[in-house]
C-alpha cells in the first residue's frame, strides 16, 4: 500500500482484502465527527461520506471535497438532487455536523430520523370519548402518537385508526417525525375538537422555534396548524377531521447550508 498525503488517495490494487476494511474504518469514524475524510479513491474503491455511506462505486475515482476549519462538511460531486418549496433545484449530496437529518431518501438519513413503519393500531370510541394511540416503532418509543377525543364529541361509535405511513415527508421542510395518518370516519368533523399528541426528534441538539404540526386532507399540500405549540418531546394540536400530520418546519438557506448543497432557481 502507498501513502501519499495523509487521507488523501488510498491505492488497494496488490491489497485486495484491505478496500472493505478500510472503508469500514474511515466509515465508522466518518459518520462520529461529522466530516468527510477521503478526498478521492482509486480504481472501483468507493469513497464514504460523513454518515459512512458509499458515495462512488465501481467505474473510476469519486471525489469528495472535504471542507476546511473546525466544522468539517462534506460536498460530493454528482448527487441526484432535489426541490425546494419554492421551486429551487437543490444540488449535490446531503452531509455535515450541523445538517438536520431527514427521512427522505437520500438527505442526511440518520438513526436519529427513523423513516416510518407502516404500522397502524385502531380503537373504537363512543359518545364517552376517550383516547386513540399508536407506540412501539422508533419514533414512538418514548411519546405515543395520541388523540384525546372529549365526552360528546361523537354522536356514535367511530373506529379511529392512526398509521404511522412510510411517505417520506414532503420536500422543502425540516422533518422531525414520519407523516402520520389519522383515519375516522368519511367526512366526520368532530363537534368538539380533539387533542393530537406528536413526538419529534432530531439530530441537532436544539428546538427551533419555528417547529409546528403540519395538516393535510390529502397527504399532497400542508399547512400549518394555529395552534400547534411545543412540548417536552412532543407537539400538541387540535384536530377536528381525518387527515396526515407530522412534525417539522420550513427548511431556511442556513439549513441547505449546513448540508452542504446549494441553490439555484429552476
Known sequence: MTKTSPATTISTKSRPFLPAL????????????????LSQVDDDDAAVGADGGVMGGSGGATK???????????????GAGAVGMDGSAIGGSYGGPNCPCSRRPGENNAFMCP?????????????????????GTPSTASIPVSLAILPT???????????????????????????YSIAMLPGLTL???????????????????QLAIYFSTDGMTYTRVQDSYINAGFLQDSLTKSGFVFAGYPQTAADLAACGVSVGKQ
Open 22 to 37: 478500510v472503508s469500514a474504518a474511515i466509515g465508522i469514524w466518518g459518520a462520529g465527527c461529522g466530516r468527510g475524510v
Open 64 to 78: 469528495i471535497d472535504v471542507g476546511g476549519g473546525s466544522t468539517g462538511g462534506v460536498v460530493a460531486t454528482g
Open 115 to 135: 423513516p416510518g413503519t407502516g404500522q397502524a393500531s385502531t380503537t373504537t370510541l363512543g359518545t364517552n370519548g376517550g383516547s386513540a394511540s399508536l407506540n
Open 153 to 179: 364529541a361523537l354522536g356514535q361509535s367511530v373506529s379511529i385508526t392512526i398509521t404511522e405511513t412510510t411517505t417520506p415527508p414532503p420536500a422543502g421542510y425540516v422533518d422531525e417525525s414520519p407523516i
Open 191 to 209: 363537534s368538539t375538537p380533539a387533542k393530537l399528541v406528536l413526538p419529534y426528534q432530531n439530530n441537532l441538539g436544539f428546538i427551533s422555534t
